[in-house]
């Protein structure tokens, strides 16, 4: 199986900050990473798929990067409503999510 | 607007069953993929199962750790999907949500808003 690490598990930001997460796969995944965005009490969200393909609708302040075993989310500027946890996710071979990237108020 | 409403959930007692349904509204369901994600109170995301569209052979994979004790089913006339869980144990106690898996990389791109199980007695 493949296992996906995430780091930091969380961080504290301001808003207006730049901040970014990085996920790592256990072996090559080519480009297939994906990245979701989660709140209590509201449905998971789609940010970016195939590494750095946004998702339609996805504020353009959100971005991915990386290939093979490292990949980026970075948002450029952080807003009120992008504090939550944030989950990379591969589907390579089968799926596995990694263990989350929860971002707090600072 | 696509739509993916769980239901099913609830309480049920260690060793039994429960069959938790998708209706799904918005999209031609017959044309994508289905799968269903779990979150265990506290815990992270924990995909577990999914069903390629008729057009794929309507064919299934599982989790490991629900491998033999779930089963993932669709009707198309109806846009549902089906996640019938067997021999149920106390950590499957989770909130599960059913998503549709688009693209070529198979991402969930959709999600419904999730349904309690909780398995105590």
């Known amino acids: 199986d493949i296992q996906m690490t995430q780091s930091p598990s969380s961080l504290s930001a301001s808003v207006g900050d730049r901040v970014t997460f990085t996920c790592r796969a256990s072996q090559r995944i080519s480009s297939y990473l994906n990245w979701y965005q989660l709140k209590p009490g509201k449905a998971p969200k789609l940010l970016i798929y195939a590494a750095s393909s946004l998702q339609s609708g996805v504020p353009s302040r959100f971005s991915g990067s990386g290939s093979g075993t490292d990949f980026t989310l970075t948002i450029s500027s952080l807003q009120p409503e992008d504090f939550a946890t944030y989950y990379c996710q591969q589907s390579y071979s089968t799926w596995t999510f990694g263990q989350g990237t929860k971002v707090e108020i600072k | 607007e696509v739509q993916l409403v769980e239901s099913g959930g609830g309480l049920v007692q260690p060793g039994r069953a429960l069959r938790l349904s998708c209706t799904a509204s918005?999209?031609?369901?017959?044309?994508?993929?289905m799968s269903w994600v779990r979150q265990a109170p506290g815990k992270g995301l924990e995909w577990v199962g999914f069903?390629?569209?008729?057009?794929?052979?309507?064919?299934?994979e599982y989790a490991a750790s629900v491998k033999g004790r779930f089963t993932i089913s669709r009707d198309d006339s109806k846009s549902i999907a089906y996640l019938q869980m067997n021999s149920l144990k106390i950590e499957d106690t989770a909130v599960y949500y059913c998503?549709?898996?688009?693209?070529?990389?198979?991402?969930?791109?959709?999600w419904g808003q999730g349904t309690l199980v909780t398995v105590s007695s």
């Open positions: 069903i390629r569209r008729k057009a794929y052979g309507g064919t299934t």
């Open positions: 998503t549709r898996a688009g693209g070529y990389y198979y991402y969930f791109d959709y």
């Open positions: 918005g999209f031609t369901f017959g044309d994508y993929a």
